[in-house]
């Protein structure tokens, strides 16, 4: 008989009003990991920290020594959740490690705070919103992206992409692991170190086209570790 094998409890978080559903392709073996899908929650206030929504995020969690997975400005929340739980393993995909890595599209937007110039209507039509904040290769990103794009509220939006442009993160978090395509349009490659590259892969199709390559990445990164 064999023994009973603890299993790792994963924990990922979708890109930017994406729901849960663009990691319907990872599989991992079912003997040695259990998944949670994390879906976005509404911010208490249009000036709740990123740090105390990371920390109700985490709620669910009553596992010890789990793995997050986050994509895109989920990449951002799991490591600011792991300033809350400690987890054993981050993997990032088409994500940024620090506020060093995000375009320069979005220092600009930071300094003239032009994010707050969006009415509530123009910002619920995200796929408009995407290409003012990350300018016009965005655009069809946004239009394969749709079906995808499933929090679509004003205050979870506004609160969102404010997070994203003024993210303080300085320092490398440990024990990452960042996965990036080389034709990234939203997070360019030439702006993220220290990633496994995946070959002619943009951002939004990553976790659907690239599924099989990141589930084996992280199956061996995790054997290994």
């Not at 998944?35 to 985490?58: G, V």
Request: hydrophobic share 40%; proline share 5%.
């Amino acid at each position: 008989m064999e023994p009973n094998i603890e299993k790792t409890h994963i924990y990922f978080v979708p890109g930017l009003g994406a729901s849960s559903k663009i990691f319907k392709y990872i599989k991992l073996p079912q003997d040695q990991f259990e998944l949670h899908f994390l879906e976005w929650i509404i911010p208490t206030s249009k000036d709740e920290s990123i740090a105390d929504y990371a920390k109700r995020m985490c709620e669910t969690i009553t596992e010890k020594n789990v793995v997050l997975v986050g994509v895109s400005f989920g990449g951002i929340m799991v490591q600011e959740m792991s300033k809350h739980i400690h987890p054993k393993k981050i993997f990032l995909i088409s994500s940024v490690k620090t506020k060093h890595e995000l375009p320069s599209s979005m220092a600009f937007t930071r300094f003239s705070k032009s994010y707050k110039l969006f009415p509530a209507s123009h910002i619920n039509r995200i796929e408009k919103t995407l290409v003012k904040i990350f300018g016009k290769k965005a655009e069809k990103m946004a239009q394969r992206y749709n079906d995808f794009l499933s929090v679509r509220d004003p205050r979870y939006l506004k609160w969102a992409i404010k997070n994203v442009v003024h993210w303080p993160q300085t320092e490398v978090i440990p024990n990452i692991t960042h996965i990036h395509g080389d034709e990234d349009e939203i997070f360019p490659i030439k702006n993220i170190n220290d990633c496994i590259v995946i070959k002619r892969t943009g951002h939004v199709m990553m976790t659907l086209k690239k599924a099989k390559t990141i589930s084996k990445i992280m199956v061996e990164t995790l054997g290994n570790g």
